[in-house]
């Protein structure tokens, strides 16, 4: 059941809920909307319906319009969403202060509404929480690493690691997590029909969300390789299930250093067709 109900006093009988169904399931019965029966299954769960009615005279899967944000005049302009978008900088300095437990809930919650391949929504984040969690985490997958450089070497492919790990070793730099206090890995199962692609987004929105608390973010492709190729032990240390597919990594925390300008940068290559 998807307990779509309807406001009948309130509902003006427009019919852009049904104009805007993705599934199409929703017809006006005389002037009412309404969902058949055995149409249900086909719902999409997207919630158009409850977003696009002007009187919030409808309810689908319990979901009450007056729990949804209103978009009138809340919306970023422009000029606003542009500076987000130059501004936003890969961090590899941080303070040693973890980011509040509330704060982290807060991004995570933003970044669990982006989209999703057919709205399957089955992502995963994984989440290290406390700097002093990620420092054994590291510890432990140094200890690996410095193994096999000392020993078989880096398999094709990532032979870069070993000068990597040569940094650690003479100058203690942390290149898996640049010295974040905290990490993040989003995971999907790989049964979905866009497992990598949803995890992608997702942090894409985390990213973005995140700097406009003042939380800087790094995406972390050697962590990425290390649990999912590498090191996959580490996929099991961390929670991850066996039948996920990892979409991408991120390390977070308060930024130690502040930009103060927009990077300049060429235009990508455009092609119109």
């Given at each position: 059941?998807?307990?779509?109900?309807?406001?009948?006093?309130?509902?003006?009988?427009c019919g852009l809920c049904a104009a805007d169904c993705p599934?199409?399931?929703?017809?006006?019965?005389?002037?009412?909307?309404?969902?058949?029966?055995?149409?249900?299954?086909?719902?999409?769960?997207?919630?158009?319906?409850?977003?696009?009615?002007?009187?919030?005279?409808?309810?689908?899967?319990?979901?009450?319009?007056?729990?949804?944000?209103?978009?009138?005049?809340?919306?970023?302009?422009?000029?606003?969403?542009?500076?987000?978008?130059?501004?936003?900088?890969?961090?590899?300095?941080?303070?040693?202060?973890?980011?509040?437990?509330?704060?982290?809930?807060?991004?995570?919650?933003?970044?669990?509404?982006?989209?999703?391949?057919?709205?399957?929504?089955?992502?995963?984040?994984?989440?290290?929480?406390?700097?002093?969690?990620?420092?054994?985490?590291?510890?432990?997958?140094?200890?690996?690493?410095?193994?096999?450089?000392?020993?078989?070497?880096?398999?094709?492919?990532?032979?870069?690691?070993?000068?990597?790990?040569?940094?650690?070793?003479?100058?203690?730099?942390?290149?898996?997590?640049?010295?974040?206090?905290?990490?993040?890995?989003?995971?999907?199962?790989k049964s979905i029909v866009t497992p990598v692609e949803d995890?992608?987004?997702?942090?894409?929105?985390?990213?973005?969300?995140?700097?406009?608390?003042?939380?800087?973010?790094?995406?972390?492709?050697?962590?990425?390789?290390?649990?999912?190729?590498?090191?996959?032990?580490?996929?099991?240390?961390?929670?991850?299930?066996?039948?996920?597919?990892?979409?991408?990594?991120?390390?977070?925390?308060?930024?130690?250093?502040?930009?103060?300008?927009?990077?300049?940068?060429?235009?990508?290559?455009?092609?119109?067709?």
């Amino acid at each position: 059941m998807i307990d779509f109900t309807v406001n009948t006093v309130t509902c003006t009988k427009c019919g852009l809920c049904a104009a805007d169904c993705p599934a199409r399931i929703i017809s006006l019965d005389g002037g009412n909307p309404r969902i058949a029966p055995e149409k249900e299954v086909l719902c999409y769960k997207c919630q158009h319906c409850l977003t696009v009615c002007p009187t919030a005279s409808l309810s689908i899967l319990g979901l009450q319009p007056c729990n949804s944000l209103s978009l009138a005049g809340g919306l970023p302009d422009s000029a606003s969403m542009e500076l987000l978008i130059k501004g936003r900088r890969a961090v590899r300095k941080y303070k040693t202060e973890n980011v509040e437990p509330e704060t982290i809930a807060q991004l995570l919650s933003v970044a669990s509404h982006a989209p999703s391949g057919k709205n399957d929504r089955q992502l995963r984040f994984t989440v290290v929480d406390d700097r002093a969690k990620l420092d054994v985490i590291r510890d432990e997958i140094m200890v690996k690493l410095v193994a096999i450089a000392q020993g078989t070497g880096f398999p094709a492919g990532m032979e870069f690691f070993a000068g990597c790990v040569r940094q650690w070793e003479i100058d203690g730099i942390d290149f898996v997590f640049r010295g974040a206090p905290h990490f993040l890995v989003v995971s999907a199962p790989k049964s979905i029909v866009t497992p990598v692609e949803d995890g992608l987004i997702a942090l894409s929105t985390f990213e973005l969300y995140a700097q406009t608390l003042g939380i800087g973010t790094v995406w972390d492709g050697l962590a990425k390789f290390i649990i999912g190729d590498l090191l996959p032990e580490f996929k099991v240390r961390l929670g991850i299930p066996d039948d996920h597919a990892i979409g991408y990594a991120m390390a977070f925390g308060w930024p130690a250093v502040q930009y103060t300008r927009t990077a300049q940068r060429e235009p990508d290559a455009v092609h119109y067709v």
